[in-house]
């Protein structure tokens, strides 16, 4: 699974979990924006610093700021971007006008 949560009384907050499950967190830092996918070629075609979560860590997630990881016991970890680059978006949609609908067709 893969999971991101927001809850009513923290609506610039977002928490985001994976087990056994791809979720990629893309982080903008000239406008702070944060991006979450569970594909990177859905990122592509901006300038992000990449970080995959592995099983079990959390990405807490708040508006302007950059991303903070967090292990399950809820240890702070000191996570460094990947150097994946993501490819053409159009190339890895296939036939699929939106990485939603691969997703759901695959």
């Known amino acids: 699974?893969?999971?991101?949560?927001?809850?009513?009384?923290?609506?610039?907050?977002?928490?985001?979990?994976?087990?056994?499950?791809?979720?990629?967190?893309?982080?903008?830092?000239?406008?702070?924006?944060?991006?979450?996918?569970?594909?990177?070629?859905?990122?592509?075609?901006?300038?992000l610093m990449l970080y995959f979560l592995e099983d079990r860590q959390i990405a807490v997630l708040k508006r302007g700021e950059k991303p903070a990881f967090f292990d399950k016991n809820g240890k702070a970890l000191d996570k460094m971007p990947s150097d994946v680059i993501p490819s053409s978006t159009e190339s890895s949609k296939l036939i699929y006008k939106h990485f939603m609908l691969q997703d759901l067709y695959q």
């Open 1 to 47: 699974f893969a999971v991101v949560l927001v809850h009513k009384e923290e609506p610039n907050t977002l928490l985001a979990v994976a087990e056994k499950s791809p979720l990629v967190i893309g982080y903008e830092e000239e406008s702070n924006e944060v991006y979450v996918a569970s594909d990177p070629n859905a990122l592509s075609g901006k300038k």
